[in-house]
């Protein structure tokens, strides 16, 4: 089984590897090269042995207790086996431990997968926002309260 681990810096080989598998339009590769250097104590990796199976980003708006996930991706050999809910319990449990109150995530209204695993760990429907990437890219924004549930 997987291993859930804190992403470190040395693990960017493994993330182009992810992201590169689950998005056609994914995140840059200097994001992705900063992403465990700047939120590294709420992101995660599941990896077995030198195999990476996938990753979720956390990060702190700056200044106050609100977080956002910013990426959530399994490869597709390795996904209906529980990692991405894993990636996910260990990112709030981050969050939470780190002081978070509330946790915000942006997903594609036609992304049932994704909807029902947030739906089923608790998230809301906070909003829908039309053109949030441009025109005709509208967004569910969903949302958690993290306070005394872990
Ligand atoms: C969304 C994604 C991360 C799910 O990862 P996963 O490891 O397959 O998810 P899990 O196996 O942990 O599933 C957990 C729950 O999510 C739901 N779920 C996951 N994939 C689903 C699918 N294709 N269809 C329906 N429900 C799904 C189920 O409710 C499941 O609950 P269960 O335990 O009762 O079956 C993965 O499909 C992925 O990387 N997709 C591409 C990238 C992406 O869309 N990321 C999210 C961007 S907002």
């Known amino acids: 089984m997987a291993e859930i681990r804190k992403l470190e810096p040395e693990d960017f080989h493994y993330l182009l590897t992810i992201e590169g598998e689950c998005f056609s339009q994914g995140y840059s590769r200097y994001f992705l090269k900063m992403i465990p250097v700047l939120f590294g104590n709420t992101s995660y990796i599941a990896i077995e042995g030198q195999c990476p199976q996938g990753y979720v980003a956390a990060a702190f708006r700056q200044g106050s207790r609100q977080a956002w996930i910013l990426s959530l991706a399994v490869r597709p050999r390795y996904r209906q086996l529980g990692i991405g809910k894993r990636l996910m319990q260990a990112g709030l449990r981050g969050l939470a431990a780190a002081g978070a109150r509330e946790v915000f995530l942006s997903v594609s209204p036609g992304n049932q997968g994704a909807i029902s695993l947030y ?29 005394n549930i872990y």
């Open 119 to 147: 739906l089923g760990l608790g998230f809301t429907v906070d909003t829908e926002v039309r053109d949030f990437f441009g025109p005709g890219e509208t967004r569910l924004l969903m949302k958690k309260d993290l306070e």
